[in-house]
């Protein structure tokens, strides 16, 4: 498959049919699945019944997919993936940011690499106007990405979570950042006109 978006040492590529066993080891970590089902590993029918279908689901709006398969420019090795997706199907205007890496590849500074190059493609090249991301309260980690990425905390909400997951009574934090707000960043540090 074709790359979509290159950083210094990661290229996104679309998923195939034949990452089912990347998405099954990745969402096997409890470590990396703290945060979502509170450690649960998720089961491979549901990686093939949902995840699957879910990230080799094309966007019309934008011409891409929503999911993108992390891997390591040296090595070729799967760090995890991004996602960049329209929040309705047929706008490109919001879209939701995400990303989910192997435990391997945490503190690297790889989700703060990617994230900040989708926002920059996706104002840019596909017609966002804004970027949105959640995550738990308790998330540190991810919310540190989030800022990094240039998304300042919209509002802290009561998450409805179907199982309690250390850490959901605290709540859930939703960011967001507007593209005239990226453009006037960008055009401050010299790198864009707004």
Known sequence: MPV???????????????DADRLFD?????????YLSGGEPTSRETVRTRVLPRVLHDHPCTGTRGYWAA????????????EFRPVA????AVVELGY???????????????????????FAELGVSLVTANTM???T??????????????????????????????GEVEYALARSDWAER?????????
């Open 4 to 18: 979509f978006l290159e950083t210094a040492r990661l290229a996104l590529r679309p998923f195939t049919a034949d």
């Open 100 to 122: 989910r890496l192997k435990a391997s590849a945490w503190g690297q500074g790889y989700a703060t690499e990617g994230a900040r190059a989708l926002v920059d493609k996706g």
């Open 71 to 82: 891997e390591e420019q040296e090595t070729g090795a799967f760090v995890g993936w991004f």
């Open 137 to 139: 309260a308790v998330n």
């Open 141 to 170: 980690r991810s919310r540190r990405v989030m800022e990094k990425a240039g998304l300042t905390l919209l509002r802290s909400y009561a998450g409805d979570w179907p199982v309690a997951v250390e850490g959901s009574e605290h």
């Open 186 to 194: 960008r055009a401050a540090a010299g790198d864009l006109k707004p």
């Open 89 to 92: 199907d047929d706008i490109a």
């Open 26 to 34: 990745l969402d096997g970590d409890p470590a990396v699945m703290r």
